[in-house]
């Protein structure tokens, strides 16, 4: 909630943003879609034409899971109303010899620093033992829904493991030297730290 004030132009000589977090068709509050084949493109498309019908011609995007998708494919579809993309799930794998070899090369000379290394064992927590929910969502969605529903106990619960899971095996993860780094102001940049 500290952000807010910033954002709403609060605080003088502050920039004032109003902040439109759509219910995406087929989740939350919003209905589903009655025909098939609505994919990215369509969930893009209707987040736009929102925008447009709010009466907002340039604007920006922020998303995360599902939302990272969706606010790639806005900027990419419509770049000159979409001017920034902020994202909270970035998927990055190393270069391919075959597509880039000159990262790829790069890749293998220079070394990986300590939090570039725990970043890389986490993600591979994440998909090794963190992702089955994805798969669940994915293939029975509607069994999972109904479950859910059902159940407050149940929903609890799998919400409980899912903050377990994400949050607190993070902090685990994430070493204090990281933290106190960005603090700091000091940023790892392939095994060199240099300071902001």
């Known amino acids: 909630m500290k952000l807010l004030p910033l954002l709403r132009g609060d605080i003088p000589n502050t920039p004032a943003f109003h902040v439109v977090a759509p219910s995406l068709p087929n989740f939350g509050w919003s209905s589903g879609v009655k025909e098939r084949g609505f994919s990215l493109e369509q969930y893009a498309q209707t987040c736009h034409?929102?925008?447009?019908?709010?009466?907002?011609?340039?604007?920006?995007?922020?998303?995360?899971d599902w939302g990272f998708y969706i606010t790639r494919a806005m900027g990419l579809i419509y770049p000159t109303h979409c001017k920034a993309s902020h994202i909270n799930m970035v998927r990055g794998t190393a270069p391919r010899w075959t597509k880039n070899p000159l990262l790829a090369l790069k890749h293998k000379i220079l070394p990986y620093g300590q939090d570039e290394k725990a970043g890389l064992v986490r993600a591979e927590w994440f998909l090794d033992q963190g992702s089955g929910y994805r798969t669940l969502q994915s293939t029975k969605p509607q069994t999972l829904g109904y479950s859910l529903a059902d159940s407050p106990v149940g929903l609890l619960a799998w919400i409980l493991e899912k903050l377990k899971d994400w949050w607190v095996t993070w902090l685990t993860c994430c070493p204090l030297k990281a933290c106190t780094d960005r603090e700091a102001g000091r940023t790892s940049t392939r095994g060199r730290t240099t300071r902001s």
């Open 49 to 64: 034409m929102l925008m447009l019908q709010l009466g907002y011609d340039q604007y920006v995007t922020q998303g995360g």
